[in-house]
């Protein structure tokens, strides 16, 4: 649609034309602020929890573990430039050689979500799988967060 | 049935035209000059003739440019053209993310121009033929830039569609609706951001 419009703005005499071709979409699962009707739907963004630990690739396991006794979650992320999403370092991983670095024992490319994800059907998706959290980054793979389960279930009641 | 099919660089350009040949044959001496060249261009212009010849890239090293057609002359005797830099306005224009500015020989050259520079960069071009604008698409991060430096943000979508929700500052004139009397509302002196759902 937004192809169709700039064309016709050109025919119209617009000489400085963008197309912003992601769109609406993009803007959402960026969780960027918009305008409109209230209340808007609920949106997994609405719930996103930053207290997740997280690691870089050279970090040595005996490093980040302490940040993840720390947290809520048994496990920690690994990020790259930019504090995008590579990995994940489960539990099994944290207790083996401390001396091993993030990227030797991580878990490369874990699945994530979208922010303007709904909230009622992530959970759904999590209890079919028996999970307990989701991991939520933007379409770039920035990480911006982790999700609960309980408190999705907590939104839909 | 279309006889549309893909083609080789070498076969768009020509084997003349192909710069890894042009290039791997360079005396060292223009070789570096070329590289220099390239450089300052980066930086903002190409280097004067006094400075090479100080620096001891005289006149045998700019004549192989020349006439390996690395480089062009200007009518002072100075580096007007060193592919894809240009001094001079062309219809190629591209720009970087740090907001530096330089004009392309080419369509070809400004596509290679941002790995060229290791920066993002956008190309602002005009059909050569009919000199008719060019639309670029944008991502979100240069949408909001372009949105804080005055351009105009129009959601295409249909009414019910803006009203739920939309982009902060968007104003709506649906695809349907879009003519001239719906874009007087728009300043034609000023760029145009146009969005939809997702491009289709």
Redesign the interface.
């Known amino acids: 649609?937004?192809?169709?419009?700039?064309?016709?703005?050109?025919a119209?005499?617009?000489?400085?034309?963008?197309?912003?071709?992601?769109?609406?979409?993009?803007?959402?699962a960026?969780a960027?602020?918009?305008?409109?009707?209230e209340p808007?739907p609920p949106r997994v963004a609405d719930l996103l929890r930053d207290d997740v630990a997280t690691a870089n690739l050279p970090e040595r396991v005996a490093d980040v573990r302490p940040r993840v006794d720390e947290s809520p979650y048994g496990f920690a992320l690994v990020t790259g430039r930019g504090g995008v999403l590579l990995g994940r370092l489960r539990r099994a991983a944290l207790e083996g050689d401390p001396a091993a670095t993030a990227e030797q024992v991580m878990e490369p490319g874990p699945s994530t979500i979208r922010p303007d994800t709904a909230p009622a059907a992530l959970a759904r998706r999590l209890g079919e799988r028996e999970l307990t959290t989701a991991v939520v980054t933007d379409p770039d793979g920035i990480l911006l967060g982790i999700v609960r389960l309980v408190d999705l279930d907590d939104c839909e009641s | 049935m279309s006889d549309l099919r893909t083609a080789t660089i070498t076969e768009i350009l020509g084997d003349d035209r192909w710069a890894a040949d042009r290039v791997c044959g360079l005396d060292p001496n223009a070789r570096r000059l070329y590289a220099l060249i390239l450089y300052r261009f980066t930086e903002g212009g190409p280097p004067d003739r006094d400075e090479l010849s100080r620096l001891g890239l005289g006149d045998d090293a700019i004549s192989e440019l020349v006439e390996r057609d690395l480089a062009q002359l200007g009518p002072d005797g100075q580096v007007a053209v060193a592919y894809p830099f240009s001094t001079m306005p062309t219809p190629h224009q591209v720009r970087t993310q740090h907001g530096q500015s330089y004009w392309a020989m080419c369509a070809i050259d400004a596509l290679g121009m941002p790995y060229l520079i290791h920066q993002a960069a956008e190309i602002r071009a005009r059909e050569p033929g009919s000199d008719?604008?060019i639309?670029?698409?944008?991502?979100?991060h240069?949408?909001r830039e372009?949105v804080a430096s005055g351009?105009q943000l129009?959601?295409?979508?249909p009414e019910d569609e803006?009203?739920?929700?939309?982009?902060?500052?968007?104003i709506n004139?649906p695809?349907k609706e879009?003519?001239?009397t719906t874009?007087q509302q728009?300043d034609?002196a000023?760029?145009?951001?146009?969005?939809?759902?997702?491009?289709?």
């Open positions: 649609m937004s192809p169709r419009a700039a064309c016709r703005l050109e119209l005499g617009f000489t400085e034309i963008y197309d912003y071709v992601t769109g609406k979409a993009d803007w959402l960026r960027l602020p918009t305008e409109g009707a808007r | 008719r604008a639309t670029i698409a944008i991502d979100a240069r949408l372009l351009a129009v959601e295409v979508l803006y009203r739920e929700e939309h982009l902060p500052g968007a004139i695809l879009l003519d001239a874009a728009l034609q000023r760029a145009v951001v146009v969005y939809c759902w997702d491009g289709l």
